[in-house]
Structures are given as C-alpha cells and as structure tokens.
C-alpha cells in the first residue's frame, strides 16, 4: 500500500520532510520496523517508545491497522527541560 509519511525533528533531518512510501505492513508497529530497516541510524527511535505516530490528527498505538492513502505524522522525541 502506498502511505505519506511525514517526519519531524530530528528524524525529518535524516528521512526528509515528506516520504511517499510503499509498504507491506499490515499495522503501525510493522511499519516501524521497516522504516528501522529503511533508516538505520533512526531504528533505535523509531523502535522505541518515544517517537509517536499519528493518524488524523491523533496519537495511534503500534496495533493500528494501515490502509492505502493514509498519511502518517512521526513525531521526534523532545528534548530539553
């Protein structure tokens, strides 16, 4: 299936901005581990709990089904205090 991804912060720095994307995952946890596969210097955050995926406008878990057409949002960790 064919996704948008859109990537902030530091991932945006090493993945670009804006990523059309064609995948096999069926669900938001198989799509981080291929775009770990993808982007090695980004699969210890993408892997982990820090960077979150959003799905129109809200926060989606790894069990979040995917389908054609959608965009993703793939926000950075935060950092600072």
Same mark, same amino acid.
Request: some cysteine.
């Given at each position: 299936?064919? #996704?948008?991804?859109? +990537?902030? =912060?530091?991932?945006? $720095?090493?993945? *670009? ?6 995948? @096999? ?9 291929? #775009?770990?596969?993808? +982007?090695? =210097?980004?699969?210890? $955050?993408?892997? *982990? ?6 799905? @129109? ?22 950092? *600072?205090?």
């Amino acid at each position: 299936m064919r #996704l948008t991804l859109v +990537f902030f =912060g530091r991932l945006a $720095d090493v993945a *670009g901005r804006e990523l059309p994307f064609d995948s @096999a995952a069926r669900n938001v946890g198989g799509l981080r581990r291929e #775009l770990a596969g993808r +982007f090695p =210097g980004l699969a210890e $955050d993408l892997l *982990g709990s820090r960077v979150r995926i959003c799905i @129109a406008d809200s926060l989606v878990s790894d069990d979040e089904a995917l389908h054609d057409g959608q965009r993703l949002d793939i926000l950075s960790p935060l950092s *600072g205090g």
